[in-house]
């Protein structure tokens, strides 16, 4: 089985920013199919464009933008690209920076496809602050990596202990239809359970109000779909469920930290 060394993935490589223990690494994937494989370092996988299959020994992924892998160190894993233009955003931590930081990698085990939109935002401004800051990135890397991983932590302490079973419906509800009008009563009939006590009860397990979840799942939506840069601005913030591009912008960089357009921009950015 091929085993790849530091900042080594399948495909074309953009940019590479070696910094202290951490590898930064923008790829285009060029090879049609990928056999089984493992990487020398743990990292995280963030697709900026295009789609691509990722199996291990559990699961296979169907990735498509802003979807975020993470991989354990000498985790088998096989890649199958579809045709078109596919983009990978890596980032890759050495064993000896969790050891320097004091840090535990007990909760990173296998592969995971992680789903918490408040993680996906962290990612994003890595790969920003990455093409601004260049070489220079590293305290920004260092900083926001340990917010991720915090963040991951309390997720899959989490799933040690059992979620009532309305959390998953409601957010599967929620991902589902991030386009459409929820109303509060419609989810705790569905669920049936008093609208006040879903309202109270919603932060506690996806650490937000209800209205703030929704605006991360409309502009994580409106991510993926800037990427592919087949719909205007305007088209993108109705098919979110924003009722105008003024809103859709406004509620854009409230959770994104700026508006569409500079973050396309960047994105145009190899």
Not at 100 to 105: E, K, M, Q, V, Y
Not at 169 to 175: A, M, N, Q, V, Y
Not at 221 to 234: D, I, V
């Amino acid at each position: 089985m091929k085993h790849l060394q530091k900042g080594t993935f399948y495909g074309q490589t953009n940019e590479t920013i070696i910094l202290d223990g951490i590898t930064l690494t923008d790829t285009v994937y060029t090879h049609s199919k990928v056999d089984w494989h493992y990487h020398e370092n743990a990292y995280f996988t963030f697709i900026l464009e295009g789609n691509v299959v990722e199996g291990n020994k559990k699961e296979v992924y169907n990735c498509s933008p802003g979807s975020l892998l993470f991989h354990n160190w000498q985790e088998p894993h096989y890649n199958i690209k579809p045709d078109g233009f596919t983009r990978g955003f890596h980032l890759e931590i050495e064993k000896n920076w969790f050891e320097t930081l004091s840090l535990s990698d007990d909760n990173l085990q296998g592969s995971i496809n992680i789903l918490k939109p408040e993680i996906k935002f962290l990612m994003y401004k890595v790969f920003r602050a990455a093409k601004i800051e260049g070489p220079a990135v590293d305290f920004s890397t260092q900083t926001l990596l340990i917010e991720i991983l915090s963040k991951l932590d309390i997720h899959n302490n989490s799933l040690l202990y059992k979620n009532p079973k309305w959390v998953t419906i409601i957010d599967e509800i929620l991902h589902d239809q991030i386009g459409d009008t929820i109303t509060l009563d419609y989810l705790s009939q569905i669920v049936g359970i008093h609208p006040v006590h879903l309202s109270r009860d919603f932060s506690k397990y996806f650490h937000c109000t209800l209205s703030e979840y929704r605006r991360k799942l409309k502009v994580e939506k409106a991510l993926s779909l800037l990427s592919l840069q087949k719909q205007s601005l305007t088209e993108i913030a109705y098919e979110c469920g924003f009722s105008d591009q003024s809103h859709f912008t406004r509620c854009f960089k409230e959770v994104n930290g700026l508006n569409p357009s500079a973050h396309l921009k960047l994105l145009l950015m190899k």
